[in-house]
């Protein structure tokens, strides 16, 4: 049993126990799965394999034994040794026995293995793509307070554990229990109780010493494990900030840094391998007593002459077989409990709740003309701090709304409870009638078109982010789509054209080239409600213009809400609804809201001020570098030298 840590009672090492036993039996059914005869059989014959493997391996000591004592006359124990003056067929019979005995123990444990990684993979497959879709199941709230690294972590960890776990105890520590009760058999057999004893103690010292001594490894090895990845995080984040490094001057720092993990690292791997002396060191000693006492006995036996020097050699042979998958005890044991703390992760993933659920009756939503209205909704992430506070409001059908105010009024969270990432504390929100809770979330998603602030694109081609709109769509219609973009002439100009990668999260892009192909990808998806969330607050003045221009042409038609910072966006929206602190203060068209004074207008000036002092400012730049504009020309003209 492990060591308690410090503080940890045994009541908590019984309970993780446990919560391992739990584990293994939320696994079996990926082992052991329903409505697959082909991988239930397979599981079968792997077992037929592994008793077979482990049989053979007992009986090869037993012919052995039996070609031994025909070499050397003794059909009895004590009969005299007579060493034949040639050698017969019984004990050529014997040795070639033996011989095809031990192929057959590996050819029986390589049939094992081969039947069985099928089963394994199967495995591995299912929960990871089980796990993969739970992750996407679950609701923003989830993703938003973890890290996505983090997650990854577990997904990779805990596929790997899956058939870890299955090689480790279906195919090394089963058998290695199997062999032991056989060998114990076999001892009672021809030797009597007190070798079953010796062999026994043996075996129960040798396991617990390798707990022990695993237990105190695995405290070390985490210790390794953490600086490791102390190192190599501040060795990537070095290297992916190396500009600002040179700005300061800092190479020095970072080794330092580097440096000071490295000997972390370096402490922790020698007090590894010695961990690791001590452990191989100790078993051998554990296994070698019980080796040594087994074979005085039976050299007492041959002298007394109730055992036979066949007999001799095959209680060797037997603790010598023995002693291979012993020696990887603490591997297994090590390697096991560690797979099954990653798989324990991974199923408290499973086993985490979406926050937004399709109620039992929830049907498809039908939109007919696609008006939006919000009904005295209030919703707050947390109770403490209510973001939006009765909010009503209405986008009709084909119309343009636009929601402004300060920052941490709500703006962005109108978005989110719209495609219903969050359900609202009270009220309700409509489209065309429908209440949204009462819908599919996968029917409501498919009728609203999202072009976000940061446009993130997946690392493959323009053609697959622009196709991820639809992606049974023709290649015709995403090139139409990317005209509607004004995107279509850009990439023609690209040396891979629509195959051309944009990089992890579209970095390869321009902030416009990006928020470009989120608009085509949005033109394919055609949904009758467009929604723009600060999609050009990002860009600069000349390339939002261009963007605007393409945003008013994919929302004509179509009922948009759009979430803007930059007022001047928004000019023309039919309504513009003011919100300060989660609650609607204004509302109106740009000029009744100009008209009025109050909170819009505010921040209206203020805009047009920055604006202009951000003007002003570009222009005294240009005039204190216009004597500068000529140098380039004039050094390009001194440093033309005719060539030799």
Request: aromatic share 8%.
């Amino acid at each position: 049993m492990a060591r308690p840590k410090t503080g940890q009672s045994s009541f908590d090492v019984l309970t993780a126990r446990a919560s391992h036993m739990a584990v293994i039996r939320r696994l079996m059914p990926y082992v052991w799965r329903e409505g697959r005869p082909d991988l239930k059989l397979r599981v079968v014959l792997a077992f037929v394999a592994l008793i077979a493997a482990k049989a053979v391996t007992v009986l090869v000591p037993i012919a052995y034994k039996t070609a031994v004592d025909q070499l050397t006359g003794q059909t009895a124990p004590g009969d005299p040794i007579q060493v034949p003056e040639a050698l017969v067929a019984v004990p050529i019979f014997l040795i070639v026995a033996y011989g095809v005995g031990r192929i057959l123990m590996i050819v029986f444990a390589q049939i094992r293995d081969v039947l069985f990684t099928t089963v394994g993979q199967h495995a591995v497959r299912e929960l990871a793509n089980e796990t993969f879709r739970h992750l996407h199941r679950l609701s923003l709230r989830f993703h938003l307070e973890r890290k996505t690294g983090g997650l990854s972590r577990v997904i990779e960890r805990g596929t790997k554990a899956i058939e870890l776990i299955i090689r480790m105890t279906i195919l090394n520590t089963f058998p290695t229990a199997f062999e032991l009760a056989f060998i114990a058999i076999l001892l009672f057999y021809y030797f009597g109780p007190t070798f079953v004893l010796i062999v026994g103690g043996t075996v129960l010292v040798y396991v617990w010493f390798t707990v022990k001594a695993s237990d105190w490894r695995l405290s070390i090895r985490r210790e390794l494990n953490d600086s490791d990845a102390e190192a190599n995080t501040k060795a990537v984040d070095s290297l992916l900030n190396y500009e600002t490094v040179k700005y300061f001057g800092n190479e020095t720092l970072e080794s330092r840094r580097f440096d000071a993990s490295m000997a972390k690292y370096e402490d922790a791997a020698i007090r590894t391998f010695f961990s690791l002396g001590v452990l191989n060191s100790g078993q051998a000693v554990v296994f070698t007593v019980g080796l040594t006492g087994c074979m005085l006995l039976a050299a007492q036996g041959v002298v007394q002459g109730t055992l036979t020097l066949g007999d001799f050699v095959m209680i060797n042979a037997l603790l010598i077989q023995l002693y291979q998958p012993l020696n990887f005890m603490g591997l297994v044991y090590r390697e096991v409990k560690q797979g099954l703390v990653d798989l324990e992760a991974m199923f408290a993933l499973l086993e985490q709740p979406p926050e937004v659920v399709d109620r039992p009756d929830a049907t498809a939503l039908a939109v007919t003309d696609g008006s939006i209205r919000f009904e005295n909704v209030t919703f707050a992430y947390d109770p403490a701090r209510p973001i939006l506070r009765d909010v009503s409001f209405e986008v009709p059908a084909g119309k343009m709304v636009a929601i402004v105010g300060p920052s941490g009024a709500g703006k962005s969270t109108v978005s989110r409870i719209l495609f219903r990432f969050y359900d609202v504390a009270s009220g309700r929100v409509l489209i065309d009638g429908q209440d949204i809770a009462g819908v599919t979330q996968k029917s409501l998603r498919a009728a609203i078109g999202m072009v976000p602030q940061d446009t993130v694109l997946f690392n493959d081609t323009i053609a697959y982010n622009i196709r991820y709109g639809r992606p049974d769509a023709a290649e015709a219609e995403v090139a139409e789509a990317a005209r509607l973009a004004q995107i279509h002439d850009f990439i023609e100009t690209l040396p891979d054209g629509y195959d051309t990668m944009v990089g992890e999260r579209g970095l390869k892009l321009s902030g416009g080239e990006k928020q470009r192909v989120a608009i085509a990808r949005t033109i394919l998806k055609g949904p009758p409600i467009l929604m723009l969330d600060e999609a050009t607050s990002a860009l600069d003045s000349y390339t939002e213009t261009e963007i605007q221009g393409a945003l008013e042409r994919i929302a004509r038609d179509r009922t948009t809400l759009v979430i803007a910072h930059r007022l001047s966006t928004v000019v023309h929206a039919d309504e513009i609804v003011v919100l300060e602190a989660g609650r609607v203060v204004e509302r109106g068209t740009h000029g009744q809201l100009l008209h009025k004074g109050g909170l819009y207008a505010g921040l209206w000036q203020r805009q047009r001020e920055a604006e202009a002092a951000r003007w002003r400012l570009g222009q005294s730049l240009e005039e204190d570098e216009g004597p500068d504009d000529q140098a380039p020309a004039a050094l390009g003209d001194r440093n033309e030298v005719p060539a030799k």
